[in-house]
């Protein structure tokens, strides 16, 4: 298997556009996850999915932030317009219920410069 | 207070050391997570744990659920070893992950 996939892996835009991060899970994984990573607050979980449902949100900052999970094999997550702030290494990861306690693994990452 | 923490922050050690890594939670787990991440970001799950010792090559991990804590040994270190390892584990029976801070290890030849 390829493992988790993401796209880009590296995103430079303007403060004001529209960012959209791409996912692709590993193949019969049923958890999806999104992860910010930033040097101030570490590795922040933002939403994840169950059977492409989403199960938590709490961690989305803002309405700025929206994901979608239309399939078993692809997520997006979009910030909408993007600010400065929103600059950090995100993450994606699967893994799978019948698994040993849900071991995640983690997709190389969108690195994201909102300038 | 932080329900894991992580020690030491920043770790620096000679190539062919013996090397150990903290983490301590305040809560009941099932299973602890030991991840590495490496310079160019990418990160990788090394071990999850829910009771005694795993080992893998040169990697050693050890719980004690009673206490509360965690251990990462590695032997004889390497300059590939040179990373950030971070602890994390579920929260409250959910599939949320709570991430401790991380330990920057450098190892020099």
């Known amino acids: 298997d390829a493992g988790v996939i993401q796209s880009p892996r590296h995103e430079v835009t303007e403060m004001g556009q529209e960012v959209t991060l791409r996912c692709k899970p590993i193949s019969g994984h049923d958890y999806l996850f999104w992860y910010r990573q930033t040097m101030m607050r570490g590795l922040e979980l933002l939403i994840y999915f169950n059977n492409n449902v989403p199960i938590d949100d709490s961690g989305m900052p803002e309405d700025r932030f929206s994901a979608k999970m239309p399939n078993a094999s692809f997520s997006t997550l979009k910030i909408q317009p993007s600010e400065p702030r929103d600059s950090a290494v995100y993450f994606c990861a699967s893994s799978s219920s019948l698994e040993f306690y849900n071991e995640q693994f983690f997709g190389p990452g969108t690195r994201l410069t909102v300038l | 207070k932080n329900e894991v923490e992580q020690s030491p922050q920043n770790l620096t050690a000679q190539e062919g050391e013996f090397i150990t890594i903290n983490c301590s939670y305040s809560v009941g787990i099932s299973a602890l997570h030991w991840l590495q991440q490496h310079p160019g970001g990418g990160i990788v799950s090394l071990f999850m744990l829910s009771s005694g010792k795993k080992k893998h090559g040169r990697l050693i991990a050890t719980i004690n659920i009673q206490e509360k804590h965690s251990s990462l040994h590695i032997t004889a270190s390497h300059p590939r070893d040179s990373a950030v390892y971070i602890c994390?584990?579920?929260?409250?029976?959910?599939?949320?992950?709570?991430f401790g801070k991380g330990t920057k290890l450098t190892v020099n030849p």
């Open positions: 994390a584990f579920p929260q409250g029976g959910s599939e949320k992950l709570v």
